[in-house]
Nanobody, 123 residues
Framework: QVQLVESGGGSVQAGDSLRLSCAVS????????MGWFRQAPGKERELCAA????????EYAESVKGRFSISRDNAKNTVYLQMNSLKPEDTAVYYC????????????????WGQGTQVTVSS
């Protein structure tokens, strides 16, 4: 079992930055591919960013590329999502997720989800 707990959400103005954190616990938690998803009201959940266990590979949705950055600190069992130049369309509940491959995350075949943290960006 892996437990994921997000923090760092909040309400900001357009152009501001936020950093989300995901505390990861459980057996072999550092061996999982980690991802950040988001879901806006009335929309499907989408993968924003993913990172491999070794931190050697990361990918981003086109909508956040160049503005968001995913990273992980395996010593602290924490995954981060740095969000810069936030836009109103970034408003959503953000979820941390863990699974065994980036492909599974892309297909929303996620074994472990966090509870989500709200991010609201006003213009």
């Amino acid at each position: 079992q892996v437990q994921l707990v997000e923090s760092g959400g909040g309400s900001v103005q357009a152009g501001d930055s936020l950093r989300l954190s995901c505390a990861v616990s459980g057996r072999t938690s550092n061996s999982y591919v980690m991802g950040w998803f988001r879901q806006a009201p009335g929309k499907e959940r989408e993968l924003c960013a993913a990172i491999t266990p070794s931190d050697r590979y990361a990918e981003y949705a086109e909508s956040v590329k160049g503005r968001f950055s995913i990273s992980r600190d395996n010593a602290k069992n924490t995954v981060y999502l740095q969000m810069n130049s936030l836009k109103p369309e970034d408003t959503a509940v953000y979820y941390c997720a863990a699974d065994t491959s980036v492909l599974r995350l892309r297909r929303l075949l996620v074994s472990y989800w966090g509870q989500g943290t709200q991010v609201t960006v006003s213009s």
